[in-house]
C-alpha cells in the first residue's frame, strides 16, 4: 500500500511540474509574441474593394505585417476600420501615412505605410486605444468604385473605333494610300524638275531681295529730295502764293476805284454793237461780189451770162 502510495505521489507531483512548465512556456510564448508584434488600427473614409483578413501590410515596399480584422466603424459606417499587426521594430511614427494599393492585375490590394520623418515621435494609444493611422484618399479606390462608368466608356470608344473602322472607311483609307504612293511616285520620277524649280524660286528670291534694296535706296532718295529739294519747292509755291494774292487784291481794288468808268465803256459798247453788225453785212456783200468777179467778170460787168457750148 505505502509503494502504491509513493507512486501515486510521485506521478502527481511529475503531472503538476510538467503542467506548470507547459503555462510558463505559454506565458513565455505569449510574452514573447507580444513584444515581437504591434497592432495599429487604420481608418479609410473610401471602400476597401479588394482588402481582406490575411492581407499584406508594407512599409516602402517592405513586407512588415498583415491584416488581422475589417469592421465598419460604429459611429460613421462610411468609414472601414483596418486592424493591422506589425512587427515590433516597425518605426511607426506620427507622421506616418498609409493608403490603399492595388498588388497585380487580379484586383487584391493591401496596405502601404510611407512618411515617418526621424525627428517626429512615435505614434501611440491613447486610453487604452490601438494607435490610429488615417489612410489618405486613394486614387486606385475611385478607380475601383468608378470601375463600372469606366468599363461603359471603354465600350463605347471600341463602338467607336469598329465605326471607324468600316469596310468604307477601309477602302477610302486604302485609296488615299494608293494616291498617296502614286503622288510620291510622281515627285521621285520628276526630281530634277523639282531641283530645277527650287534654283529658280532662290534665283528669283535673290532678284526680289536685290530690288528691295533698291526699292529701299530709292526710298531713302526720295525723303531725301522731299526733305531739301522739295522743301524749296514749297517755299517758292508758298511766295508765289503770296505775290497772286497780292496782285488779286491790288485788282479787287482797282476795279473798286474805277467802276464807274467801266460802267459807262460797257454802255458805250453796247452802242457800237449795231454798228459792227452793219459793218459785217457791209463785209459780206464785198466778199461775194469778190468772189464773183473771180469766177466770170464778164459776164458781173456786162450783165450777161456766158453762152455755153453746145456738144453734139
Known sequence: METRAHHVLIGLFTVIVVGAALLFGLWLAKTSAA??????????????????????????GIKVGEVVQLKLD???????????????DTPVKQDTHAK??????????????????????????????LPVIVADPSPLTRLL???????????????????????ENVQHIDNTLAHLDQATGTIANQRDEIRQLLQQLALASNHANATLAQTEQLAR????LISHQGKAALDDMQASMA?????????DHLLSDN???LDSGMRGIGDIGPAVIELRKTLDSLRSISRKLDDNPASY????EKTKEFKP
Open 221 to 224: 532718295n526720295a525723303n531725301s
Open 301 to 304: 460787168l456786162l450783165g450777161r
Open 243 to 251: 505775290s497772286l494774292q497780292h496782285a488779286t487784291a491790288s485788282l
Open 100 to 129: 490603399l494599393v492595388l498588388t497585380g492585375l487580379t484586383g487584391i490590394t493591401n496596405i502601404q505605410l510611407s512618411g515617418g520623418s526621424p525627428d517626429s515621435p512615435p505614434l501611440l494609444g491613447q486610453h487604452g486605444h
Open 259 to 261: 467802276r464807274d468808268a
Open 145 to 167: 468604385a468608378n470601375g463600372e462608368d469606366l468599363m461603359t466608356n471603354i465600350n463605347e470608344v471600341v463602338m467607336r473605333a469598329n465605326e471607324l473602322l468600316s469596310d
Open 74 to 88: 460604429p459611429a460613421d459606417p462610411r468609414k472601414v476600420l483596418a486592424r493591422i499587426r506589425l512587427t515590433g
Open 35 to 60: 513584444k515581437a508584434y504591434h497592432d495599429y488600427e487604420v481608418v479609410f473614409s473610401d471602400a476597401v474593394t479588394g482588402l481582406s483578413t490575411g492581407s499584406p501590410v508594407g512599409y516602402n
